[in-house]
C-alpha cells in the first residue's frame, strides 16, 4: 500500500513509488537521517507505524521494505528526530521485534 504523494518529495529519494512521510518542511535548523532497521520489521505492520509517527511529529521523509529490513529517512527538527528515532524502538507494533 502506498501513500499519497506530497506537493514536494525530497531529490534524493530512492524510490519515487516508496510512502512519503508527513509534509516537507525545508528549514535550515533541520536535519535528516537516514535509518535501516533490522529485526522482525516485516510483516508485523512496522511501517504504517513508522508513517503514522512521522505523520503525528510532522516529519518529512520516505520509508520502504527492502531486503535490509525497513529503510527510512526523517527529517525534521533535532529534537523532533530523536524522539521519531527513541519511539521506533520504544513504540513499536506488539509483535515487531526491533534489533537495531
Do not use: H, K
Not at 510532522?58 to 527513541?86: C, H, I, K, Y
Request: net charge positive; proline share 10%.
Amino acid at each position: 500500500m502506498t501513500s499519497p504523494l506530497p506537493d514536494r518529495v525530497l531529490p534524493d529519494r530512492p524510490d519515487p513509488t516508496a510512502g512519503v512521510i508527513g509534509i516537507p518542511q525545508g528549514s535550515a535548523a533541520e536535519v535528516r537521517r537516514q535509518v535501516v532497521v533490522r529485526g522482525q520489521v516485516q510483516g508485523v505492520g512496522f511501517r504504517p507505524f513508522v508513517y503514522g509517527l512521522a505523520r503525528r511529529l510532522r516529519l518529512s521523509g520516505w520509508v520502504l521494505n527492502s531486503a535490509a529490513g525497513v529503510e527510512l529517512e526523517a527529517q525534521g527538527s533535532p529534537l523532533t528526530v530523536a524522539e521519531f528515532l527513541e519511539c521506533l524502538v520504544r513504540d513499536a507494533p506488539p509483535l515487531a521485534r526491533v534489533d537495531r
